[in-house]
């Protein structure tokens, strides 16, 4: 599985940005598709997910700022961030997998694959 994304870029605080992430080499529907964010000097953590049956579930600093969608038709998951802060300002990764458990969407070793990261920078 190959994933891209994209949509990146310097904001100013309270902007709006669209992240996408396009899956390839394994288009099945059932996968689990999710987002990362890490920060310069901190660990990598669970922004959101979304499962093959539809549920979306987030992580506290996003919940009703952001909302993660999918088309299978285009095999592609978008995370939509609104009110954006300066403390968003992170690398932004996309990750996949056809079998992660819910318990263990925030734990990030638990993802099978990963894209390259797009950087978000917000400005106060």
């Known amino acids: 599985v190959q994933l891209q994304a994209s949509g990146g870029g310097l904001v100013q605080a309270g902007d709006s940005l669209r992240l996408s992430c396009a899956r390839s080499?394994?288009?099945?529907?059932?996968?689990?598709m999710g987002w990362f964010r890490q920060a310069p000097g901190k660990e990598r953590e669970f922004v959101a997910a979304?499962?093959?049956?539809?549920?979306?579930h987030y992580t506290d600093f996003v919940k009703g700022r952001s909302t993660i969608s999918r088309d299978n038709a285009k095999n592609t998951v978008y995370l939509q961030m609104n009110s954006l802060k300066p403390e968003d300002t992170a690398v932004y990764y996309c990750?996949?997998?056809?079998?992660?458990?819910?318990?263990?969407?925030?734990?990030?070793?638990?993802?099978?694959?990963w894209g390259q990261g797009t950087l978000v920078t917000v400005s106060s």
């Open positions: 979304i499962r093959w049956n539809g549920s979306r």
């Open positions: 990750a996949a997998d056809p079998r992660i458990i819910l318990s263990s969407l925030p734990n990030s070793r638990s993802w099978g694959s």
């Open positions: 080499g394994h288009t099945s529907s059932t996968y689990t």
